[in-house]
């Protein structure tokens, strides 16, 4: 069952993202619904973490699993097709989320009771309603023109 429409985020925002998850080499991010791979993709190549994205949509995750291939990034990047609420989390050090404020009130349970303390998440336009951000960042994807405008919320565990 889809939760959330995919959109992809932009590259200059899934770095934003990224950054603002503090994330550093060996660590692991979940990148939940995770479509066509970029932030799994990206925190192996630029930030030498390992990575696990899930996504439900079968077309997006051969596409994900085509690109982590042509990168040579097999052994960093695991996509998997599963549905979200199905994934253990508990090895997380980072989730990435860009679903829906409705779809993170769904999640919101399970992030409660598998992170780790200290697992840092950061969503992508859409707050998780019951928690209170540690930082909130309007991310300007093309300052010179003044948008498009995003909005990151970082939570800790």
Same mark, same amino acid.
């Given at each position: 069952?889809?939760?959330?429409?995919?959109?992809?985020?932009?590259?200059?925002?899934?770095?934003?993202?990224?950054?603002?998850?503090?994330?550093?080499?060996?660590?692991?991010?979940?990148?939940?619904?995770?479509?066509?791979?970029?932030?799994?993709?990206?925190?192996? $190549?630029?930030?030498?973490?390992?990575?696990?994205?899930?996504?439900?949509?079968?077309?997006?995750?051969?596409?994900?699993?085509?690109?982590?291939?042509?990168?040579?990034?097999?052994?960093?990047?695991?996509?998997?097709?599963?549905?979200?609420?199905?994934?253990?989390?508990?090895?997380?050090?980072?989730?990435?989320?860009?679903?829906?404020?409705?779809?993170?009130?769904?999640?919101?349970?399970?992030? $409660?009771?598998?992170?780790?303390?200290?697992?840092?998440?950061?969503?992508?336009?859409?707050?998780?309603?019951?928690?209170?951000?540690?930082?909130?960042?309007?991310?300007? $994807?093309?300052?010179?023109?003044?948008?498009?405008?995003?909005?990151?919320?970082?939570?800790?565990?």
């Amino acid at each position: 069952m889809y939760i959330a429409p995919y959109v992809a985020s932009p590259l200059p925002v899934v770095h934003q993202m990224l950054i603002l998850a503090e994330l550093s080499k060996n660590e692991t991010v979940y990148d939940l619904g995770c479509g066509d791979g970029r932030v799994a993709i990206m925190a192996a $190549e630029e930030f030498g973490a390992t990575a696990v994205g899930v996504e439900l949509r079968d077309d997006l995750v051969k596409k994900a699993l085509n690109r982590v291939s042509e990168l040579g990034l097999d052994s960093m990047v695991k996509i998997v097709q599963q549905d979200l609420f199905d994934v253990d989390l508990g090895q997380a050090d980072v989730v990435t989320l860009y679903l829906t404020t409705s779809a993170n009130e769904r999640i919101r349970p399970k992030l $409660e009771s598998e992170l780790k303390p200290g697992t840092r998440v950061v969503s992508h336009d859409y707050e998780i309603l019951g928690w209170k951000p540690t930082k909130i960042d309007s991310f300007c $994807e093309n300052p010179r023109l003044g948008y498009p405008s995003h909005t990151l919320y970082v939570y800790h565990r």
